[in-house]
């Protein structure tokens, strides 16, 4: 904002950056399919109408090379533009190459425009404290922590109430069902003798918020005891009361990004701060304060993993720093009172009880228990040169020595971005999850930004030219009266119940994506009123997404608009063609709106074939050396061929 006020950033430019341009169809052929994508490309014409890039994509149609060597480079954000873009562009203006080549690269390249526009002390995270919070407030101030999944801060405000000598006068109680009253009552007791509440988990009350906003409001002064506090935790919640957000002081305790920042996180917190807790085995201190790196290493693994998606864990789990401090206090207590390190015991206690009780599927909780053992056994104790990761570039071991202050100095040399061998996990994972951070931060940005790709007149023009365009490509819909007469239900083929039921599903989101356009179509010409629901079609159109009135009618998809929108019209064609010509011979699997669907009326084909029971059948994968155009003249003798399978953080070889 700082620098479009000064002339030094064009909205255009920042809205490019955000969205990738907005566009339907590019009639221009990809120059170099093999390693650019059809995404990459298309943001590529849109980057070229920018008045700094004029020339950008003839410039990358003649010099392929230089610009495949950028693309594939580790790290893009670091080398420098292919001559002459490296010359000609500002710091801001490469980023939207960046976004176009590499947008992995996104939120690293953001962190370092911000360092080097701004100091590096906006990109480091400062210190959770709670007493500068508390400074702030008063008796008629709450204090509300913001929670995000994997940070508690009830353990540092108990330590912090014992500090200020209020931890008899504390009190807390975690919202939910039927605990309104009783919290209302600890509220009033607590401002007339001078207390400490704490209402936790405040978005699982949302009936009662109302409530908790009339009993702020009506504080009085000249009722209130001076040492009063009022603490609140909740989730982000659209539900929470305006006026006590905007008077009350907001902290948030997110967990620290980055593997070196998680494990210092540890050591500054308690209880590894505390010395006595530190030295708390004389009769074993280097083989114990070994294990406590370890134990703080895996820590800061299993949360980071989270950030990998369904890569990492099949399902978020929310560890926190709970988990650990009991871990660590355990860990003490196994070692202080046995004349060996019990090693099976503190796997046991960790793997299956403080970690492993989070865990509800089988394959993560095995997961967990092999990742555990890296960290928890033998060699840790009585080898100094173990290794946790050796990788290269992600070569990870213990501190040379055990003293505080030396780890602490170990810990502080560690990179702030490790490779995801560090979590055991492929380079591929990585560029998986920068994606996604990437998509996430844009999308955050738009919020904040706000929506308007430009001017009044000029956003009404382009909203009417994406409608049009949208809806002369759409076909009509399916005549599911014929189609149950071409395709009835029975029992040898129940494919013609999956075709059906997909023409049913795709009619239900084509009449959703056509009425909307002609209500926004005739909205912006002041024909209909503009409704809430309709401003969010334009919003969303502006920036080239997919507006949420069409998702909910939707199957699943990532894609941007003009993606969303080829997509969807192969996907019609493709029934289209079964519809006119008959049941195809290769199916495309990842087409159909319901998937499972027609994996099941494939196996129902089998089942009643062989006469054999459903429930006995399993699925069997066979790869072939066809390719997905080649021409099939028959279907195989059993099950279906199928093509448009992905595979997530891999690829498949071809050759072998």
Known sequence: MIQMAEGQMARDSLMFFLTGGVGLENTLANPAPDWLPDKSWDEACRLNDLPVFKGFREHLQAQLGAWEAFAEGTEPHLTPLPAPWGARLSSFERMLVLRVMRPDKLVSSVRLFVEEQMGPRYVKPPAFDIEKSY????????????????????????????????????????????QGPIAERMVKTAQEEGGWVCLQNCHLAVSWLPRLEFLW???DPRRTHRNFRLWLTSYPSDKFPTSILQFGVKMTNEPPTGLQQNIMRSYLSEPLREPEFYSGCPNNPVEYARLLYGLCFFHAVVQERRKYGAIGWNIPYGFNESDLQISLQQLQMFISESDGVPYPAIQYMCGECNYGGRVTDDWDRRSLTTILLVFINPKVGSDASYLFCD????????????????????????????????????????????????????????????????????????LSDICTGILNKLPPNFNIEEANKKYPVVYEE????????????????????????????KALVGMVVMTPDLDAVATALGVGKVPGMWAKASYPSLKPLGGYISDFLERMNVFTTWYNKGKPTTFWLSGFYFTQAFLTGAMQNFARKHMLAINTLTYDFE??????????????????????????????????
């Open 623 to 656: 790869v072939l050396r066809m390719e997905a155009t080649a021409k099939v003249s028959h279907p195989p003798m059993d099950g279906v061929y199928v093509f448009g399978c992905f595979l997530d953080g891999a690829r498949w070889d071809r050759g072998t």
């Open 217 to 219: 409001e009506n504080f």
């Open 494 to 521: 129940s494919m013609n119940t999956v075709l059906v039921q997909e023409m049913q599903r795709f009619n239900k989101l084509l009449t959703v994506i056509r009425s909307s356009l002609e209500l926004l179509g």
């Open 391 to 462: 990788e290269e570039g992600a070569r990870f071991g213990l501190p040379p020595r055990i003293k505080y202050s030396d780890v602490i100095n170990f810990i502080e040399a560690l990179p702030a971005e490790p490779p995801p061998a560090a979590y055991g996990l492929h380079m591929n994972a990585g560029v998986i999850r920068a994606l996604g951070e990437a998509n996430s931060f844009c999308d955050t940005m738009l919020l904040v930004v706000g929506e308007g790709g430009g001017g009044g007149g000029d956003t009404a023009a382009m």
């Open 135 to 178: 400074d702030d407030s008063d008796s008629l101030c709450p204090l509300i922590f913001i929670l995000s999944p994997g940070a508690d801060p009830m353990a540092a405000l108990l330590k912090f109430s014992e500090r200020m000598g209020v931890s008899s006068q504390f009190s807390s109680i975690s919202l939910g069902q039927g």
